[in-house]
């Protein structure tokens, strides 16, 4: 049953954040591709790159509104340099407590009340890592899971 909640809540989620936001939320017309990361049962889909036991679907922003899948692990937003970088922090973060360099890439890790799963680390619950790379800035939930 707490799977099923989860995959609704989850769903809606990436629905609501692929489709558009309402009101005085992010907008979000920098976003250039969405990543999927679900299961290998996903394999043979269009787009499919399979890494372990992981399968990623990378496709455009448009496109991504026609994606549906079951047992999705996390999403991967690739956002252009043109997008808000201050309303992204603030729609995606309800804090974030560490930034730090790998290379010339900005990592910042937080939570976000908009994504249900979360990990504790030290008393603090993680769920949205935001990279500002030289060709993207890119929204990870839970985590970045492809790269930078």
């Given at each position: 049953?707490?799977?099923?909640?989860?995959?609704?809540?989850?769903?809606?989620?990436?629905?609501?954040?692929?489709?558009?936001?309402?009101?005085?939320?992010?907008?979000?017309?920098?976003l250039d591709?969405?990543?999927?990361?679900?299961?290998?049962?996903?394999?043979?889909?269009?787009?499919?790159?399979?890494?372990?036991?992981?399968?990623?679907?990378?496709?455009?922003?448009?496109?991504?509104?026609?994606i549906k899948?079951?047992?999705?692990?996390?999403?991967?937003?690739?956002?252009?340099?043109?997008?808000?970088?201050?309303?992204?922090?603030?729609?995606?973060?309800?804090?974030?407590?560490?930034?730090?360099?790998?290379?010339?890439?900005?990592?910042?890790?937080?939570?976000?009340?908009?994504?249900?799963?979360?990990?504790?680390?030290?008393?603090?619950?993680?769920?949205?890592?935001?990279?500002?790379?030289?060709?993207?800035?890119?929204?990870?939930?839970?985590?970045?899971?492809?790269?930078?």
């Amino acid at each position: 049953m707490k799977r099923i909640v989860a995959f609704i809540v989850i769903t809606l989620l990436g629905f609501g954040v692929i489709i558009g936001l309402k009101g005085n939320e992010i907008n979000l017309d920098g976003l250039d591709k969405v990543c999927f990361v679900t299961d290998l049962s996903y394999a043979n889909e269009e787009n499919a790159v399979v890494s372990g036991n992981d399968v990623y679907i990378t496709v455009s922003a448009d496109k991504a509104k026609e994606i549906k899948l079951n047992n999705t692990k996390g999403y991967v937003l690739y956002f252009n340099k043109t997008c808000d970088k201050k309303a992204l922090l603030n729609y995606f973060f309800d804090y974030s407590s560490d930034e730090y360099f790998v290379g010339n890439t900005i990592i910042m890790n937080g939570y976000t009340s908009k994504y249900s799963d979360f990990r504790y680390v030290d008393g603090k619950k993680y769920n949205a890592q935001v990279a500002f790379t030289e060709d993207y800035i890119i929204v990870g939930l839970p985590m970045i899971l492809t790269g930078f």
